[in-house]
């Protein structure tokens, strides 16, 4: 499993300064620091003094109780203070509420090429906010060879062996008003809840490979409609030959599971063969996870339908034929 | 399953653009192994054309081409020769 390496701060403020209403005020020297993690750290304890466990490789983030704290030590005491987070190798500072920097701040930033941020928005926010831009840039994910199709709103990954016809399954299903996400190449993170998102990879994304053809540009040939650029990956659909399977499902009772990037998701194995219309079959796994998502379990419901009419069947015949139990009584 | 893995550095001036990439998955093709050429952490199918180019490996940037299965060893012999031959370009 591969992590996201992260992001440095130079390019958070260049792709996300706007969103996340990020200013810079002191140690541009540091702006090619990296953000190894996701998540950040209010160092309220660690400006008190306590190091210990002191999460510094994390966004430090200074609201207004630190902010608060720290004007209310003297310019002696804030030094110190801020002297012990700034020892450490923090990859940035951001001041929330559009608070004003201390100098003593200012000059331990540029000091120490550590590059201080302040933001408009309430600590709170800010936090949502940044693990939701760049949740991305640090959630493990992987590179997976198969076709991802948005087919009826479900994120659809067909997997199989090269040349078993991916690709010819997605451009049928892209020709019948489905949107491709990615071919070949998929990109799958794993997001927040154990949702996995896929996507292609610039430069091949929304392009594909024909056998006999060559390389197609989907969204110019089919429009825009026929593409979208990430989609939740629900079910895999497994395409293998026809010979090679000996337990495909037949009733549909047991759900197959497979795990990618340690979630689990539906799989479905279809086997094939020349002439076989694999497509029609994509669309029917997508409005059968959409009726299972809605609580309707066709094969479930057939089967008590079933076991229901054999009772009555059965009672019926019990009251028609008697036996010892149910015989009339004697002498009648 | 037998496996052998050799890292190369991509010597033509254009980088691994359609035309080498096509040579290396068609060449990748004969060998019954399942070939992979992994770059930067990432693995993508050696046998997949869109695959190849979604590396968009440049002059100068190592690959590691990996070939598990029978004939792996012939594999990565040729594979990674037609990579360090620039694939015959300029």
Redesign the interface.
């Known amino acids: 499993m ?1 992590y996201g390496e992260g992001i440095t701060v130079a390019r958070l403020l260049e792709e996300y300064g706007e969103k996340l209403a990020l200013e810079l005020r002191a140690g541009a020297g540091g702006l090619e620091r990296m953000l190894h993690n996701g998540e950040v750290h209010r160092p309220g304890l660690a400006l008190a003094g306590f190091v210990d466990l002191y999460t510094f490789d994390r966004v430090q983030v200074l609201g207004n109780t630190e902010m608060f704290y720290l004007g209310r030590l003297s310019k002696k005491e804030r030094r110190i203070a801020l002297e012990t987070i700034y020892q450490f190798d923090l990859p940035c500072v951001v001041l929330t509420n559009n608070a004003d920097p201390f100098p003593e701040m200012i000059e331990l930033s540029d000091s120490n090429d550590i590059p201080l941020m302040v933001t408009r928005f309430a600590t709170t926010k800010f936090v949502h906010l940044f693990s939701y831009y760049l949740e991305d840039y640090f959630s493990p994910w992987t ?1 997976v ?1 198969g076709s991802l199709v948005d087919v009826y709103g479900v994120g659809l990954l067909f997997v199989g062996k ?1 040349g078993i016809g991916k690709s010819e399954v997605a451009l049928d299903l892209i020709e019948r008003g489905h949107r491709l996400v990615a ?3 998929v990109r799958i993170v794993r997001r927040a809840r154990g949702i996995l998102v896929g996507m292609g ?4 994304r929304h ?3 024909i056998r006999g053809v060559g ?1 197609v540009d989907v969204q110019r040939m089919f429009g825009i409609q026929a593409v979208r650029d990430q989609k939740r990956v629900e079910v895999e659909v497994k395409l293998v030959e026809w010979n090679e399977v000996d337990d495909y499902e037949r009733i549909g009772l047991r759900e197959h599971r497979t795990t990618i990037l340690d979630v689990e998701i539906q799989s479905v194995t279809v086997p094939i063969y020349p002439g076989k219309n694999i497509t029609v079959i994509a669309e029917v796994i997508a409005l059968n996870y959409l009726l299972k998502v809605h609580g309707i379990h066709p094969v479930e419901e057939f089967n008590e339908k079933l076991i229901r009419l054999m009772q009555e069947r059965k009672a019926l015949k019990e009251r028609l034929s008697p036996g010892p139990a149910v015989g009339l009584p004697e002498g009648v | 399953m037998e496996a052998v893995e050799r890292t190369v550095t991509i010597r033509n001036k254009l980088g691994l653009h359609v035309r080498p990439a096509s040579l290396f998955v068609e060449r990748a093709s004969k060998f019954k192994s399942d070939v992979y050429i992994i770059k930067d952490g990432e693995r993508v199918n050696g046998k997949s054309i869109m695959g190849v180019l979604s590396l968009a490996a440049e002059q100068g940037s190592d690959l590691t081409i990996r070939a598990e299965g029978e004939d792996c060893e012939e594999a990565v012999k040729a594979l990674s020769e037609l990579v360090e031959e620039g694939f015959y370009e300029e």
């Open positions: 591969n590179v060879h090269s071919d070949d190449v990879k610039e430069p091949v392009y594909m490979e390389i």
